[in-house]
């Protein structure tokens, strides 16, 4: 049973980009808003980037302008493109619903940006 599973993350330098992917099960993705949250060290959880069912996007101000958020409806996956990384958006990235209400969370992706 998939629910949500998180890969993509790794250590990159500042400046540099990487790909996030979820794969979600398809009763989570179909009729939800999807987003990408984040959560660092000694942080709590924030919403990063968000999609609608219908494509429509949303940014945090920290990262606007630099993330893109796509989803592929016939796969049930959910994508986080990330450029121009700064080492503050280290941190596990986890997709869920938004809200995630009683969805449970995935293991996440952790992304380290040396500086």
């Known amino acids: 049973q998939v629910q949500l599973v998180e890969s993509g993350g790794g250590l990159v330098q500042a400046g540099g980009s990487l790909r996030l992917s979820c794969a979600a099960s398809?009763?989570?993705?179909?009729?939800?808003?999807m987003g990408w949250y984040r959560q660092a060290p000694g942080k709590q959880r924030e919403l990063v980037a968000s999609?609608?069912?219908?494509?429509?996007?949303n940014y945090a101000d920290s990262v606007r302008g630099r993330f893109t958020t796509s989803r592929d409806s016939p796969k049930n996956t959910l994508y986080l493109q990330m450029n121009s990384l700064k080492p503050e958006d280290t941190a596990v990235y986890y997709c869920?619903?938004?809200?995630?209400?009683?969805?449970?969370w995935g293991q996440g992706t952790q992304v380290t940006v040396s500086s």
């Open positions: 398809v009763w989570i993705f179909r009729l939800n808003t």
């Open positions: 869920n619903a938004v809200p995630p209400g009683g969805h449970s």
């Open positions: 999609v609608t069912s219908g494509g429509g996007t």
